[in-house]
């Protein structure tokens, strides 16, 4: 894939400004425990050692929550046929993007 490439050719670069050193480049790698995951470009980042488990698992219990109560609103919206037949086109079709990316943040969150 073009990022791993990208990232393997600026490695040093990267390191250099990032004041960090990277471990692997791969696709579909496994996150490692304890890790932060920051997505740029389609791309996970993974930055080891720099949360609290605790912490970070509430957190991820909070936005589940957040994520499960906007999909509802967003399907909800997306079943009301008052709404689909008098919204204005780009806005359902923002209402369909929010929705899919909101599922997909979901399912990474696990």
Same mark, same amino acid.
């Given at each position: 894939? !073009?990022? $791993?490439?990208?990232? !393997?050719? /600026?490695?040093?670069?990267?390191?250099?400004?990032?004041?960090?050193?990277?471990?692997?480049? @791969?696709?579909?790698?496994?996150? &490692? &425990?304890?890790? $932060? %995951?920051? =997505?740029? /470009? /389609?791309? *996970? $980042?993974?930055?080891?050692?720099?949360?609290?488990?605790?912490?970070?698992?509430?957190?991820?219990?909070? %936005?589940?929550?957040?994520?499960?109560?906007?999909?509802? /609103?967003?399907?909800?919206? !997306?079943?009301?046929? =008052?709404? !689909?037949?008098?919204? &204005? &086109?780009?806005?359902?079709? @923002?209402?369909?993007? @929010?929705? $899919?990316?909101?599922? *997909?943040?979901?399912?990474?969150?696990?």
């Amino acid at each position: 894939e !073009m990022a $791993v490439r990208v990232t !393997m050719e /600026n490695r040093e670069l990267i390191e250099l400004l990032g004041t960090c050193s990277i471990k692997t480049i @791969q696709m579909n790698l496994a996150p &490692p &425990p304890n890790a $932060v %995951r920051a =997505s740029i /470009n /389609n791309c *996970d $980042v993974y930055i080891e050692d720099l949360i609290d488990a605790d912490a970070e698992k509430h957190r991820i219990a909070k %936005r589940r929550e957040e994520l499960t109560r906007l999909i509802g /609103n967003l399907k909800g919206r !997306m079943a009301n046929e =008052s709404y !689909m037949a008098k919204a &204005p &086109p780009h806005l359902v079709e @923002q209402t369909k993007k @929010q929705l $899919v990316d909101a599922e *997909d943040e979901l399912k990474k969150l696990g």
